[in-house]
């Protein structure tokens, strides 16, 4: 089969794009022609994938989004491929990975700029109300269902895909062992450390947390992903230079997850929340907000707790005090999680897969 899979900026590196790069290898391992259209590749350690790159005029995001649909259309009418998998809202694409949340539940301020907003809105219509035919694959139940009570679409269209986990954490969950990372940052073994992966702090509520954290003095959080002047400026303002460790996103991020006692994530709005999965794998419990896509990975497996919507500062104070007096128990509960996650190693992979070959 020809396949191709369109998606805007493959060196933003976020988790759509390194979704997008494990989908195109799977697919080429089982035998697919396959090629990938982008505006921009560059990214080290991609020389095995066939990349495309098609141009986008314009100058403001909406208007390249919508200019970079149109190109992958013209592409694909001229190419013929088997099936068009797109990650961006792509009108008349055969399949869409759907990353995000719905725009149209979005509470948009309301000095959002209006061009932006109709745009947005105009394609993700396209992809979802009728009379679209495009094949849609979920993170979660609870994404799809907010997509069709959105836009009423038949849900023989949808399928929800098996937690999302990449081949590089499976390897580095089974080479787990002692860590330094505790002692490099200076935390005392009678002293509690939590740590949250952030790229986008704010977006993540690494505020919430900084807040919170003031009330539990033997409570250290290391923060991985980000080294914004906003954070440092959080950390200041609460006076918590101490407790409080950022560290880049390292390529051993599982190794630090590993050393925490439990992950905090009390983010603001998480469509799946692959960190989640991250940190289950890695036997090591989560305390979460429940805008988390992948919340009910931590109800169902009891591996933490999860804070009700809407999100009130209190409840993530008393989550810390509940998390911390039963940590013996989650992290039993982590540890067996972990190993369940392993006997579904490359799933979604091979969900995608076969939902795009039976359809051939």
């Known amino acids: ?56 005029r314009g100058l403001a995001n909406h208007v ?51 061009p932006r907003r109709r745009t947005r809105l105009a394609l993700e219509r396209a992809v979802f109300a009728a009379p679209a035919a495009t094949k849609l694959f979920f993170l979660t139940e609870r994404q799809r269902d907010e997509y069709i009570i959105a836009y009423d679409f038949e849900p023989a269209r949808a399928t929800v895909l098996p937690m999302v986990l990449h081949d590089d954490r499976y390897v580095a969950a089974r080479k787990l062992g002692s860590s330094r990372w505790r002692q490099d940052l200076g935390i005392a073994d009678d002293e509690l450390m939590a740590v949250s992966v952030a790229v986008d702090p704010k977006l993540k509520g690494v505020d919430r947390s900084l807040a919170a954290l003031k009330l539990y003095p033997k ?74 896509g992948y919340a009910g990975e931590i109800e169902q497996s009891g591996a933490g707790l999860v804070l009700p919507e809407p999100f009130q500062q209190e409840a993530l104070v008393g989550g810390l005090a509940a998390m911390i007096d039963a940590l013996p128990a989650m992290r039993s509960a982590a540890a067996a999680r972990a190993n369940s996650l392993q006997r579904q190693r490359g799933g979604w992979l091979t969900a995608i897969a076969e939902r795009i070959e039976q359809d051939a």
């Open 219 to 292: 409570l250290h959080l290391v923060v991985a992903g980000s080294d914004s002047p906003w954070l440092h400026r959080r950390v200041v303002r609460h006076d918590l230079e101490r407790r409080v460790h950022i560290v880049p996103y390292v390529a051993e991020v599982m190794e630090l997850i590993a050393a925490a006692d439990f992950m905090l994530h009390p983010a603001r709005s998480e469509a799946a929340g692959q960190v989640i999965g991250e940190a289950l794998l890695a036997g090591v419990p989560v305390l979460a907000s429940a805008a988390c």
């Open 1 to 56: 089969m020809k396949v191709m899979l369109a998606i805007f900026k493959l060196d933003k590196l976020g988790g759509k794009e390194r979704d997008c790069m494990a989908i195109a290898r799977h697919l080429a391992a089982r035998g697919h022609d396959v090629t990938v259209l982008t505006t921009s590749a560059e990214v080290a350690g991609i020389d095995d994938l066939r990349i495309e790159k098609l141009r986008a």
């Open 64 to 114: 390249l989004l919508r200019d970079f649909a149109r190109a992958t259309i013209e592409r694909k009418l001229r190419a013929a491929p088997d099936a068009l998998l797109s990650f961006e809202r792509i009108p008349d694409a055969d399949y869409h990975y759907v990353a995000d949340g719905a725009a149209i539940l979005r509470e948009w301020r309301l000095w959002s700029w209006p």
